[in-house]
């Protein structure tokens, strides 16, 4: 199993827009048909879900352990690494890594975080490094297949959830030095503490809000004063490593802050003088990933769906299957209505974050709280349809219900999801008097 190359042909919707306009080509072209590429990329992610990542799913849970096998085995196939990354960014439907996640998080969403969770680090770097830092830090998240690394972005700190403009850790200027120092703490960091690239948003001027933030690489095979927390145990998700981060007396170089030190200097003047500034370190990664995060829930959606779709067909009641009853089949059909829904609304937004349309109504947002509703409520459904043995461990539905609750919290709340839609819909950005977003 290797990764499918990429063969970018628009022959298929070319022909379709052909026959749509009678044989004269259409001047635009709609399509959700994936493309022969998408469907390589998406069977070749589902054969690696099968195969590989189901049947661990329950062990690693159990172990509550990072899967470094796994890893390493989806390294080896190009699923995971900066190439397979790059292939998966590049497509540019915006399409590629929702299709991907859908299909590793359809194998199992704990392995899957596992495995994705470098992501958010690399969408940091990626959408506020500049070029060198980019080529630098970016291929040195994923490691070698033979020494594979992961990658965590550190945000969140115990006072600073959904309010990221609480950060408390600071970073300052030594000029004798040329360092920077970070002093904090660091909470619920996923792959905190076991990777080695930590990107860590800190403030550089407290008075500013998030206005004052920045984003910071930290290397814990090169800087001193970065240690590993305590490790969470967690309701779901649990082959994921979820912990706290420390930072004391951390020293990183001048070039570590991510665009630069003379942009953040440029930038940060600008708020000060009370001019507009375009990027808030946290949110921007946060708006980038929210439609890939929704893939990620529907991943798990579609997973129980199908498994209580088969188990409804399968087990008798009263001398007929259970899909038999209205009360069953109406559940599964509205399982199968909300799942789709989600996905029109997961792809819309990578279309439009990957074309750089902007999302005028929080549709992002709008992509990431519906598929994490619609992964709660499938999920819970779907144990319902199993009755008792959809209680037990012994049957996979109760995890998928665990790993589905958290995306109805991480990156934005459903809540602040809501209050991010509001605001985008009124126009107006204070509304409900506070500054998260
Ligand atoms: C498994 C896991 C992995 C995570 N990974 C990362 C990671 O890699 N990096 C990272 O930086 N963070 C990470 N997080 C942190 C996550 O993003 C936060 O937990 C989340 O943003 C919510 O913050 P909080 O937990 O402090 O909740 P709080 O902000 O305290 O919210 C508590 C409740 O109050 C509600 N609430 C708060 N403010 C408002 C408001 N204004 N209006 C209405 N309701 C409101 C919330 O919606 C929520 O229901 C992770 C968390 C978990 C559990």
């Given at each position: 199993?290797?990764?499918?190359?990429?063969?970018?042909?628009?022959?298929?919707?070319?022909?379709?827009?052909?026959?749509?306009?009678?044989?004269?080509?259409?001047?635009?072209?709609?399509?959700?048909?994936?493309?022969?590429?998408?469907?390589?990329?998406r069977?070749?992610?589902?054969?690696?879900?099968?195969?590989?990542?189901?049947p661990?799913?329950?062990?690693?849970?159990?172990?509550?352990?990072?899967?470094?096998?796994?890893?390493?085995?989806?390294?080896?196939?190009?699923?995971y690494?900066?190439?397979?990354?790059?292939?998966?960014?590049?497509?540019?439907?915006?399409?590629?890594?929702?299709?991907?996640?859908?299909?590793?998080?359809?194998?199992?969403?704990?392995?899957?975080?596992?495995?994705?969770?470098?992501?958010?680090?690399?969408?940091?770097?990626?959408?506020?490094?500049?070029?060198?830092?980019?080529?630098?830090?970016?291929?040195?998240?994923?490691?070698?297949?033979?020494?594979?690394?992961?990658?965590?972005?550190c945000?969140?700190?115990?006072?600073?959830?959904?309010?990221?403009?609480?950060?408390?850790?600071?970073?300052?200027?030594?000029?004798?030095?040329?360092?920077?120092?970070l002093?904090?703490?660091?909470?619920?960091?996923?792959?905190?503490?076991?990777?080695?690239?930590?990107v860590?948003?800190?403030?550089?001027?407290?008075?500013?809000?998030?206005?004052?933030?920045?984003?910071?690489?930290v290397?814990?095979s090169?800087?001193?004063?970065?240690?590993?927390?305590?490790?969470?145990?967690?309701?779901?998700?649990?082959a994921?490593?979820?912990?706290?981060?420390?930072?004391d007396?951390?020293?990183?170089?001048?070039?570590?802050?991510?665009?630069?030190?003379?942009?953040?200097?440029?930038r940060?003047?600008?708020?000060?003088?009370?001019?507009?500034?375009?990027s808030?370190a946290?949110?921007?990664?946060?708006?980038?990933?929210?439609?890939?995060?929704g893939?990620?829930?529907?991943?798990?959606?579609?997973?129980?769906?199908?498994?209580?779709?088969?188990?409804?067909?399968?087990?008798?009641?009263?001398?007929?299957?259970?899909?038999?009853?209205?009360?069953?089949?109406?559940?599964?059909?509205?399982?199968?209505?909300?799942?789709?829904?989600?996905r029109?609304?997961?792809?819309?937004?990578?279309?439009?974050?990957?074309n750089?349309?902007?999302?005028?109504?929080?549709?992002?947002?709008?992509?990431?709280?519906?598929?994490?509703?619609?992964?709660?409520?499938?999920?819970?459904?779907?144990?319902?349809?199993?009755?008792?043995?959809?209680?037990?461990?012994?049957?996979?539905?109760?995890?998928?219900?665990?790993?589905?609750k958290?995306?109805?919290?991480?990156?934005?709340?459903?809540?602040?999801?809501?209050?991010?839609?509001?605001?985008?819909?009124?126009?107006?950005?204070?509304?409900?008097?506070?500054?998260?977003?």
């Open positions: 199993m290797s990764a499918p190359s990429s063969t970018a042909s628009s022959d298929e919707a070319t022909a379709q827009a052909e026959a749509v306009a009678g044989g004269e080509p259409a001047e635009t072209t709609f399509s959700l048909s994936l493309t022969q590429d998408q469907k390589d990329i069977d070749w992610v589902h054969g690696f879900a099968a195969d590989v990542v189901r661990a799913a329950h062990e690693w849970d159990e172990k509550e352990q990072t899967p470094w096998p796994i890893i390493q085995e989806a390294a080896k196939i190009g699923l690494g900066f190439e397979g990354m790059a292939q998966f960014f590049a497509d540019p439907s915006g399409l590629g890594l929702p299709i991907v996640n859908e299909e590793l998080f359809w194998g199992d969403a704990g392995i899957g975080m596992s495995i994705m969770g470098t992501a958010l680090a690399v969408a940091a770097i990626f959408g506020q490094g500049n070029g060198e830092q980019i080529g630098e830090w970016i291929p040195r998240c994923f490691g070698t297949v033979d020494d594979v690394k992961v990658a965590a972005f945000a969140s700190e115990p006072n600073a959830g959904s309010d990221v403009s609480g950060v408390r850790t600071w970073a300052k200027f030594d000029e004798a030095s040329g360092e920077w120092i002093n904090g703490q660091k909470a619920w960091a996923t792959n905190g503490g076991i990777s080695d690239v930590h860590v948003i800190a403030s550089v001027d407290r008075e500013l809000g998030s206005k004052g933030h920045a984003a910071f690489v290397p814990m090169e800087a001193k004063g970065i240690s590993q927390g305590a490790k969470v145990s967690k309701h779901g998700l649990r994921s490593h979820t912990a706290d981060v420390y930072l007396d951390c020293r990183v170089p001048a070039n570590y802050v991510l665009g630069g030190k003379d942009k953040l200097d440029e940060i003047a600008r708020v000060r003088e009370g001019k507009k500034s375009k808030q946290a949110m921007q990664t946060f708006e980038s990933s929210r439609p890939t995060v893939s990620q829930a529907l991943g798990i959606a579609r997973a129980a769906y199908e498994y209580s779709l088969e188990y409804a067909k399968e087990r008798e009641q009263f001398g007929r299957k259970i899909i038999d009853n209205q009360a069953i089949a109406f559940t599964l059909a509205r399982m199968k209505l909300e799942i789709d829904a989600a029109l609304l997961v792809w819309r937004a990578s279309w439009m974050g990957r750089q349309v902007p999302f005028e109504n929080a549709e992002g947002s709008m992509s990431k709280l519906k598929a994490g509703e619609v992964a709660v409520w499938v999920t819970e459904r779907a144990i319902q349809i199993l009755g008792g043995n959809g209680y037990t461990r012994e049957f996979p539905v109760e995890r998928w219900h665990r790993d589905a958290i995306y109805d919290i991480f990156e934005g709340t459903a809540e602040i999801q809501q209050m991010v839609i509001s605001r985008a819909i009124s126009g107006i950005p204070g509304l409900f008097g506070s500054s998260a977003s």
